[in-house]
Each structure stands twice: as C-alpha cells, then as structure tokens.
C-alpha cells in the first residue's frame, strides 16, 4: 500500500520535546506513514536520544553540518519527501492521535488545486519547569480569497501540503531578512493563496507548545520579516493596497488594508 502522509521535522536543540513528537506519530490510528527528521546541527542530546526510532525503516535523519534556519531546513527535507501529502510539524508540538486519520479521510477526496489542508489546535503555554499553566482551543476558518487571509493575522495548522505543489513552486523562499529563518509559514502560505485552496477540517488535530524558549519569543526579528513579507506579498499580488500595521504585546499584526492611489 502506497504511504500517503510523511511527517517533516526540522529541529536545532529540542531535547525532549522531539521524542514526544515522535511518539505522537507512532501512537496514530493511521500507520502508514513515514517520518523525515532534518537535524539544523543540534549541539544538545537530541540526535542521541532519537537513536532507537532510527532502527525503523520508515523513519529517515538527515543532518546539516552548520545551522541554516527553518526555511533551508524544510527545503533540505522537501528534496527527500517521495509522499503525496506532507505534515510539517515542529519539534515542541505533536499531533492528536487521530490527526493522520482525519486528513486522510480528506486528502484523498480534494481537488488537485488544494495546496494545504488545515484543522483546530489546542494551544498550551508551560513555565520554565514544563508545566502548563494556561490553555486554549483555536479554531481555524476558511478563506473566500487572498485578501481576507492576509487581514486574518493567522497561519494554519496542522500544515498538512499537497507534496507535488510545494515542489512545483521550488519549496521555502529565502531571501528576505534572515534568510527565512522566521514567518516561513506565513511566507509559505500566502505564496500558495494566491493561486491554490486552502481546505479547513473543523477537528482538532495539533499540541502547540509555548515556552520560553520558542522562536516566536525574538520578536524583534519576527516583527522585521512580517512587515516585510507583508509589503513583499502585497506587491507580488499587483501592489492595489498598501499595508496598515499597528503593534500590541506580541509585536507586528496588519491592521488593514488601503487603496494604492499609485495603481
């Protein structure tokens, strides 16, 4: 039987938290999947630890000699994924055991123009000692077309894509400020909307973790690619609006959109 789903991981120093990943895709009701880890050169124990899920011929490590960031590590991965679908999944996150299930109750019935297949998440916030002391469900939503995902100020998740589209399109872009190193999911999704459905399952399918040591915590430098991004993506798409950006707590979000009196 063809395997449908590959799992892709890239991770820098996860320690733990990759083996609960990893038990997160092992504990699936749908098996029939493959597991592709990028190792970004990790300096902690993490390739030790992972040492015993490597004996199984479905599970495949590749490393990188220096550290390259998240974009050039998802493309590393990309060149090796011989799937139909991919799920990206952090290193600090893992999946509801039916999540494989799920999607690909849903995968197999989508239209070919269906780039990335989304679902719920319940998002947990843990204190220096691991312990979660605050909790949420977010629901995903729908989008009727790419101005409207652009003004919701959200990413998907699970990133469950269509393998054959990412490829098409030649993967991560990584120019930019860092080299794609923050927002590549936003980068990701808004190059994809433009020309490609995105399909929200209404399930819960993902744990996201929030620590402190999360690189959504360098605000700074995510609030630099955003606005970027944002500027570089509204061009692209015919440079009609402008971007209005206003900041709270957590850095950068699109305030709204204005008419380009230019075009």
Not at 52 to 75: A, D, E, F, M
Request: with cysteine.
């Amino acid at each position: 039987m063809e395997r449908m789903f590959t799992v892709l991981i890239t991770f820098y120093n996860p320690g733990g938290y990759l083996i609960e990943a990893l038990n997160s895709i092992y504990l699936q009701s749908y098996s029939n999947w493959k597991i592709l880890l990028v190792d970004d050169a990790s300096t902690d124990n993490s390739v030790e630890l992972i040492q015993p899920y490597l004996h199984n011929p479905h599970v495949t490590l590749i490393r990188h000699s220096y550290n390259q960031g998240q974009s050039k590590s998802l493309n590393t991965g990309l060149q090796y994924i011989d799937t139909p679908f991919f799920i990206q999944l952090d290193a600090d996150d893992w999946l509801y055991p039916n999540t494989l299930e799920v999607l690909m109750k849903e995968a197999v019935n989508q239209p070919e123009d269906v780039a990335v297949l989304s679902g719920n998440i319940n998002i947990n916030y843990e204190d220096s000692m691991g312990n979660v002391y605050h909790s949420y469900i977010k629901k995903g939503r729908s989008f009727s077309d790419p101005y409207e995902f652009i003004q919701a100020n959200c990413s998907v998740w699970p990133r469950c894509y269509r393998t054959s589209i990412i490829k098409k399109i030649g993967g991560w872009p990584i120019d930019g400020p860092y080299e794609g190193r923050y927002v590549e999911d936003m980068r990701m999704l808004f190059f994809l909307i433009k020309n490609y459905r995105f399909y929200w399952i209404d399930e819960l399918m993902l744990y996201h973790r929030r620590h402190q040591n999360n690189n959504t915590n360098d605000i700074n430098e995510i609030t630099e690619t955003l606005r970027w991004v944002i500027e570089q993506t509204l061009i692209n798409w015919g440079n009609v609006y402008k971007p209005l950006f206003k900041y709270h707590e957590y850095g950068l979000i699109l305030a709204g959109l204005e008419k380009n009196n230019c075009c």
